[in-house]
């Protein structure tokens, strides 16, 4: 296939359900890096937190499932937002609307793209404990050389299409979420799981609903949310299913079904066999010492290797993701045309590499909790725009004849409005107000510079696309003559 044609056919449908679900699957290890921060506010209580955070997963994929298979060639939330907030009038060069829909996508980018680094970072970690000649290693050639070589992996076995990825998808899947579900199990089995722990440490103990602690919990489910309800990513390959009407919904709610029982599990076996005190012991590894004591010796080293393949995982749920959204992004005018180029397999490698030498520089900060919380900031906003979106299109009447193979139950525009406002600004506040208790406002003022780099980088691409469009007119005119 020439580069022309694949450039005019787009990404290619190579991919069904199955495959979508397998690269989704990475979502439910973004819980690791939290079990114990959660624990430290919210003490048990995080269990129904992340209950309801995958809830609130499923009340906005109904929107999200609907839009996908009204716009089928658009790329997930990226794709979604650009395609309902298009420019009415095609002739204005800066259109307001256009630049609502792009700026959501950019949020969306700017949520999945710094997983790379926050995951190469604990990956290099976990390998300094597991392999003792990387002992005396400095930490930041450690967490470079872990990430540049995940990164160059990952561009080489997606670089032939995405199939390819769905592939390396199954194997990790298998590796990350068995093993996952198999020590958060242990505990039950060998009667290490104490119901007391539970419902002896619900709340801490000078918990109170006032102002405060109802913003730390707002804070809290922005963070939560930027785990449990990430699976919405299956929805980011709708352009390449071969049934994007009938993948779509089904990679979305089988993932979603997943995520509940992992969250809930995970959540309460480290509670209900460590406690509170014990999670708090060991804040960043929390399984490990369960694993240890509820699978003996080898419980250590096999929770590490789990650790390690999840992480592989979850950078490629999140390498991808932030690829095509950028690639969506440039095929809508709201980026650069230079990150919309497709190799001859219809990969958007220029778009990886860019994304590779991005977190390459983030690994630098070696901080990966301030990444994370600048993170999630870029998805509440994503996420609040895209049900916006949802709400837009329900009553704009350009859309009103749109196929809708897939629909969300009746009055649901009342729903994703009500998610929606929930996003932003609710939640939006509270990771706000979280982060100056946590981190201090570096990361809310990163997080807020990055989301304004778009601004430039949009009337970039404006002018690009009108200096294009002017060549295209002269040409036509010289050809007539």
């Known amino acids: 296939m020439s580069d022309e044609n694949n450039e005019s056919g787009g990404l290619q449908r190579t991919i069904d359900w199955k495959q979508g679900l397998a690269i989704a699957l990475g979502v439910p290890v973004l819980i690791l890096p939290s079990i114990g921060y959660f624990a430290s506010y919210v003490w048990a209580f995080a269990i129904l937190v992340w209950a309801l955070s995958v809830f609130q997963g499923f009340m906005q994929n109904f929107a999200y499932g609907e839009l996908a298979t009204m716009f089928p060639r658009a790329s997930g939330l990226p794709g979604f937002a650009q395609s309902v907030f ?4 095609e002739n204005k060069r800066y259109e307001k609307s256009k630049l609502l829909g792009g700026f959501s996508a950019w949020s969306y980018w700017f949520a999945w793209n710094p997983v790379l680094a926050i995951f190469s970072i604990l990956i290099g970690s976990y390998l300094k404990g597991l392999i003792p000649v990387f002992a005396g290693v400095p930490d930041l050639a450690m967490y470079l050389v872990s990430g540049a070589t995940v990164f160059l992996f990952l561009i080489l076995v997606n670089y032939r299409g995405l199939s390819g ?3 390396l998808g199954y194997i990790l899947a298998v590796l990350s979420l068995a093993p996952l ?6 505990p039950f089995a060998t009667g290490h799981f104490e119901m007391s722990n539970i419902t002896g440490s619900w709340l801490p103990t000078d918990w109170s609903w006032d102002v405060q602690h109802i913003l730390i919990l707002l804070g809290l489910f ?3 949310q930027w785990s449990a309800c990430a699976w919405e990513t299956a929805a980011i390959y709708g352009p390449e299913y071969k049934q994007p009407r009938s993948d779509v919904p089904k990679a979305l709610f089988i993932c ?6 992992t969250f809930i599990l995970v959540q309460a076996a480290c509670t209900g066999t460590l406690g509170v005190e014990g999670i708090l012991a060991e804040p960043f590894s929390p399984m490990l010492p369960m694993a240890q004591m509820t699978l003996g010796s080898i419980g250590g080293s096999l929770a590490i290797l789990m650790l390690i393949a999840a992480m592989i995982l979850i950078i490629q749920t999140a390498f991808l993701g ?6 969506s992004m440039a095929g809508e005018g709201n980026l650069p045309k230079f990150f919309g180029k497709m190799n001859i397999y219809g990969t958007p490698v220029n778009a990886m590499i860019v994304i590779a030498l991005f977190n390459m520089g983030f ?3 070696g901080t990966p909790a301030a990444i994370l919380a600048a993170s999630a900031i870029g998805y509440v906003c994503a996420n609040g725009i895209s049900l916006f979106a949802y709400v837009k299109a329900k009553f704009d009447p350009r859309f009103s004849t749109l196929e809708r193979p897939f629909k969300a139950p009746g009055g649901w525009q009342y729903v994703a409005a009500f998610f929606g406002f929930f996003n932003l600004p609710l939640c939006l506040i509270g990771i706000v107000y979280l982060n100056s208790l946590e981190v201090g406002w570096a990361s809310t003022i990163v997080g807020f510079v990055v989301l304004a780099l778009y601004i430039p980088l949009w ?3 404006q002018k690009e696309g009108a200096s294009e469009t002017g060549k295209e007119k002269i040409a036509v005119s010289e050809n007539s003559v």
């Open 363 to 365: 690994i630098f900060l």
């Open 181 to 186: 579900i198999i020590i958060s199990l242990a």
């Open 322 to 327: 932030a690829s095509r959204a950028m690639y």
């Open 222 to 224: 922005a963070m939560a």
């Open 459 to 461: 009337f970039y691409s």
């Open 86 to 89: 298009r420019a009415s009038d």
């Open 165 to 167: 990825g769905a592939t």
């Open 256 to 261: 979603g079904a997943i995520c509940l029982v």
